[in-house]
T-cell receptor
Framework: GENVEQHPSTLSVQEGDSAVIKCTYSDSASNYFPWYKQELGKGPQLIIDIRSNVGEKKDQRIAVTLNKTAKHFSLHITETQPEDSAVYFCAASGTGRRALTFGSGTRLQVQP | DSGVTQTPKHLITATGQRVTLRCSPRSGDLSVYWYQQSLDQGLQFLIQYYNGEERAKGNILERFSAQQFPDLHSELNLSSLELGDSALYFC????????????FGEGSRLTVL
């Protein structure tokens, strides 16, 4: 089955700096790659996703890039703010597969 | 608010016991997913239901079972509980399936003593 690895497990940045979280996946058939943000005491919430026919997608301060050849995708957060502090999960899935496989999560702390 | 409701929010029980976790999906969503999140771990997929039928199974133990009822709410039953079953159990629902957004509830925290 699919295996998703996520790095780093923790990341601390200064407010205003950029943060990058990287994931690799194993199944070349995967074609959907969402990112979820989990704040303390809450369930994960989708922040951005990308499909395999696109190399990059941007939404305000958040962007995701996908390299299908290398089977890795990354989340980029620019101009980080304290409210960006949370645990971020990447995930992968493909057509015919009925479950998302999640990475192990990255705890991002933005220092004011 | 995701629109997904999970009860109870917290549950403390003893080893060997059985508990039931309940999930009400967002209005209109036919798919329900159950995930387990252990301490400092990622989200492990347990099982998916679509309109009352089981659609996919993940790493769900034989001691665990689930069902989705005609009103689309779902229950996850955990039996013969062990210390290692202590975790956050999330329910999520979706309209499109896994290649669309999953809406997660706030989870049920199970502590087995």
């Amino acid at each position: 089955g699919e295996n998703v690895e996520q790095h780093p497990s923790t990341l601390s940045v200064q407010e205003g700096d950029s943060a990058v979280i990287k994931c690799t996946y194993s199944d070349s058939a995967s074609n959907y790659f969402p990112w979820y943000k989990q704040e303390l005491g809450k369930g994960p919430q989708l922040i951005i996703d990308i499909r395999s026919n696109v190399g990059e997608k941007k939404d305000q301060r958040i962007a995701v890039t996908l390299n299908k050849t290398a089977k890795h995708f990354s989340l980029h957060i620019t101009e980080t703010q304290p409210e960006d502090s949370a645990v971020y999960f990447c995930a992968a899935s493909g057509t015919g597969r009925r479950a998302l496989t999640f990475g192990s999560g990255t705890r991002l702390q933005v220092q004011p | 608010d995701s629109g997904v409701t999970q009860t109870p929010k917290h549950l403390i029980t003893a080893t060997g016991q059985r508990v039931t976790l309940r999930c009400s999906p967002r209005s209109g969503d036919l798919s329900v997913y159950w995930y387990q999140q252990s301490l400092d771990q990622g989200l492990q997929f347990l099982i998916q239901y679509y309109n009352g039928e089981e659609r996919a199974k993940g790493n769900i133990l034989e001691r665990f079972s689930a069902q989705q009822f005609p009103d689309l709410h779902s229950e996850l039953n955990l039996s013969s509980l062990e210390l290692g079953d202590s975790a956050l159990y999330f329910c999520a629902s979706s309209l499109q399936g896994v290649t669309g957004e999953l809406f997660f509830g706030e989870g049920s925290r199970l502590t087995v003593l």
